[in-house]
T-cell receptor
Framework: AQSVAQPEDQVNVAEGNPLTVKCTYS??????LFWYVQYPNRGLQFLLK??????LVKGSYGFEAEFNKSQTSFHLKKPSALVSDSALYFC?????????????FGAGTRLAVHP | ETGVTQSPTHLIKTRGQQVTLRCSSQ?????VSWYQQALGQGPQFIFQ???????GRGNFPPRFSGLQFPNYSSELNVNALELDDSALYLC????????????FGPGTRLTVT
């Protein structure tokens, strides 16, 4: 079965420090990978995607993610965290065999950036 | 902000009732997907509509149904509401034929009492 795992319910980071939010996946074929962010009482906002090409992709608000095919991971990173980055982050996969256009999401990781 | 809008913002219904949620897709997008996000969980795929036809369905019972209109707006209908249907319902639009990023609306918060 297709699945996405975000092993950390919450990540705590001090402002100015680098952050990593982890994601691993298990799907057939060569999936597309996404990160979305959700602020309280809001929908999901697209951050970045990996379709093909360079394993390091850059996205909005200074975020980047590294695709690792052998480890089936797609970790979200940022060199210097801001308090305003505090939110709920979701990893998602799409484009897998038989999946048409649906996205499968992880359970989410809450990022808390402390001043 | 995306160009995807949803209505209403909040809704309270009683168990057994029926509800209709609405979504207007982003301009130029002909594919609409619906997701259910229960509290503390990631969104779960309900179904997708492409050019007014259902184009895939997740693990949801038939009492969850939908429509897509010629202008690509969409409705999600839920019959015989159950308490577990309480969730944030998200609509997402994309251009058809690919699995690139989907643009989400702000969601409708449904509470079933």
């Amino acid at each position: 079965a297709q699945s996405v795992a975000q092993p950390e319910d919450q990540v705590n980071v001090a402002e100015g420090n680098p952050l990593t939010v982890k994601c691993t996946y298990s799907v057939s074929g060569n999936p597309y990978l996404f990160w979305y962010v959700q602020y309280p009482n809001r929908g999901l906002q697209f951050l970045l995607k990996y379709i093909t090409g360079d394993n390091l992709v850059k996205g909005s608000y200074g975020f980047e993610a590294e695709f690792n095919k052998s480890q089936t991971s797609f970790h979200l990173k940022k060199p210097s965290a801001l308090v305003s980055d505090s939110a709920l982050y979701f990893c998602a996969v799409g484009g897998f065999s038989g999946g048409y256009n649906k996205l499968i999401f992880g359970a989410g990781t809450r990022l808390a950036v402390h001043p | 902000e995306t160009g995807v809008t949803q209505s209403p913002t909040h809704l309270i219904k009683t168990r057994g009732q029926q509800v209709t949620l609405r979504c207007s897709s982003q301009s130029g997008h002909n594919t609409v997907s619906w997701y259910q996000q229960a509290l503390g969980q990631g969104p779960q795929f309900i179904f997708q509509y492409y050019r007014e036809e259902e184009n895939g369905r997740g693990n949801f019972p038939p009492r969850f149904s939908g429509l897509q209109f010629p202008n690509y707006s969409s409705e999600l209908n839920v019959n015989a509401l159950e308490l577990d249907d309480s969730a944030l319902y998200l609509c997402a639009s994309t251009s058809g034929g690919s699995s690139y990023e989907q643009y989400f609306g702000p969601g409708t918060r449904l509470t079933v009492t």
